[in-house]
C-alpha cells in the first residue's frame, strides 16, 4: 500500500465523527465480484484496500462510489460515462469512476494508461463538455492533495481565494508533473492581482505532458500584458504546434488569434528573426483561409518601416470614446469579470489604450470570488 493511501484511510479512520464524513460498511466479496466481473478485470489494488475499509460514502470532496452494479456504484457510474461518451460500458480501456466530486464532476481511472492497474492516472470527467484532463498522476497523489486538504481547511471554512491558492499549491507539492496544479495556481494567482507569478504558474503547467491545451494561451496573454518576451516566444512555441481542429477548440484560441497576440511582444529591432519566422510558418500552415493575417503580422516584423496590424475588430467591448471614460469602463468591466485578457490583448481599442496607460495597473486589482 502507498503512502498517501495509508494517509488517507489513517484520517478516514480518525474523523468518522466528522460532520462532512458518512461512510458505508466495508464492501463485500460479492459486490466485489459482480463489479470485477463487469469490469473483466480486478480493481486496482489502493482503491480495492480502500472500499475494504468502507465501501464509499461521503467525503468532504464528494461522494465516495461504492462497489457493485446496482444505482449509484462503480458501475452503475460506467455506464452511465459509456452512455454519455457513446463507449461499449464493457471495453476495458474506458474510464473506471470512483468519486462523484461536489462541482458533479467524476474522478476516474484512465485504464488506457497501461497494463498496470495502480500505474492508471486520474481523469476529472465533466459531463456537459465531455472534457477529461489528467488531473493526478495516479490514485496515491489523488489520497496524499486530499489529505493535505482535509487537515489545512476546517470542516466548516468558507471557501476563499486564498483556499483556492492554497489547494492548487498542495497539489503541485503533491504532484509537480501534473499540469492541473500548476493551472489552479495560475489562476488564483491571477485573481489575486500577482500576473508574473500566475505567468510563471501557466508556463509550468506548459510544460507538464500531457499538458492542459488552455495553459499556454493564458500564458501568451499574460505575457503580452506584462511585456515579458521570453515567456511569449515559449508560450507561442507550443501553441504552433500542429494539431486538429479539436486541439485548437480546447486551446481556445486560433492561429490568427496567436499571431495577433504575439505581434505585439516581437522584439523588432532585432535582425535575426529565424526562430519567430518558423513558429509563424508553423501557425500560417494552420490557418487557413486567415493566413494572410499572419503574412501581415510577419511583414511588419521583417520590416521596421511597416506598422504591426492592430488585431482584427471584434464586437466593441468599450462603449465610449474618451481615453478618460475608457479607462474607467476598463477598470470596472475587469473588477466585475466582463472584461476578460482576451478583450486585452484582441480588442483592437483596448490595445490603443494600453499605449497609454499601463495595463498592469489593472492585473495587480485582487478579484475574490
Known amino acids: 500500500m502507498h503512502r498517501g493511501v495509508r494517509e488517507f484511510t489513517a484520517w478516514i479512520e480518525e474523523n468518522r465523527e466528522d460532520p462532512r464524513v458518512d461512510l458505508n460498511p ?19 489494488a489502493d482503491l480495492r484496500f480502500v472500499l475494504t475499509r468502507f465501501n464509499g460514502g461521503r467525503l468532504p470532496s464528494g461522494h465516495m462510489l461504492p462497489a457493485g452494479i446496482e444505482p449509484d456504484t462503480i458501475g452503475a457510474a460506467i455506464r452511465q460515462y459509456a452512455e454519455e461518451a457513446k463507449h461499449d460500458f464493457l471495453d476495458n480501456q474506458i474510464l473506471l469512476p470512483f468519486l462523484r466530486t461536489n462541482e458533479e464532476s467524476l474522478l476516474a481511472f484512465d485504464r488506457s494508461g497501461g497494463p ?3 500505474t492508471w492516472p486520474i481523469i476529472d470527467y465533466f459531463g456537459d463538455s465531455g472534457e477529461e484532463p489528467v488531473v493526478y498522476r495516479t490514485f496515491d497523489g489523488w489520497c496524499r492533495h486530499s489529505v493535505a486538504n482535509w487537515r489545512a481547511e476546517p470542516p466548516d471554512a468558507e471557501f476563499t481565494l486564498d483556499m483556492y491558492l492554497a489547494r492548487g499549491s498542495r497539489h503541485v507539492d503533491a504532484e509537480p508533473d501534473v499540469a492541473s496544479g500548476h493551472a489552479t495556481v495560475a489562476h488564483a494567482l491571477k485573481r489575486a492581482g500577482r500576473p508574473a507569478a500566475a505567468l510563471a504558474a501557466y508556463l509550468a503547467a506548459g510544460r507538464c505532458v500531457p499538458t492542459l491545451p488552455w495553459c499556454d494561451w493564458n500564458a501568451l496573454m499574460l505575457a503580452v500584458l506584462v511585456e515579458d518576451h521570453a515567456a511569449a516566444f515559449e508560450a507561442t512555441s507550443r501553441l504552433a504546434s500542429r494539431g486538429p481542429a479539436d486541439l485548437w477548440r480546447r486551446r481556445d484560441t486560433t492561429p490568427a488569434k496567436v499571431a495577433e497576440a504575439a505581434a505585439q511582444v516581437l522584439p523588432r529591432d532585432e535582425r535575426d528573426h529565424t526562430e519567430w519566422n ?5 501557425l500560417a500552415e494552420q490557418a487557413g483561409e486567415e493566413r494572410e493575417v499572419i503574412e501581415a503580422i510577419r511583414r511588419a516584423m521583417l520590416d521596421p ?3 504591426v496590424p492592430l488585431p482584427r475588430a471584434s464586437e466593441r467591448v468599450l462603449t465610449t470614446d474618451s481615453p478618460e471614460e475608457q479607462w474607467a469602463e476598463l477598470q470596472a468591466g475587469y473588477e466585475n469579470g466582463q472584461i476578460r485578457d482576451a478583450h486585452l490583448v484582441l480588442d483592437p481599442h483596448i490595445v490603443r489604450l494600453r499605449r497609454l496607460r499601463p495595463v498592469t495597473t ?8
Not at 362 to 369: K, N
Open 362 to 369: 489593472l492585473l495587480r486589482i485582487r478579484r475574490e470570488f
Open 26 to 44: 466495508p464492501a463485500t466479496t460479492a459486490e466485489f465480484s459482480a463489479l470485477e466481473q463487469q469490469l473483466g478485470g480486478p480493481l486496482p
Open 305 to 307: 518601416a511597416v506598422p
Open 116 to 118: 498496470v492497474s495502480d
Open 278 to 282: 518558423r513558429l509563424f510558418d508553423m
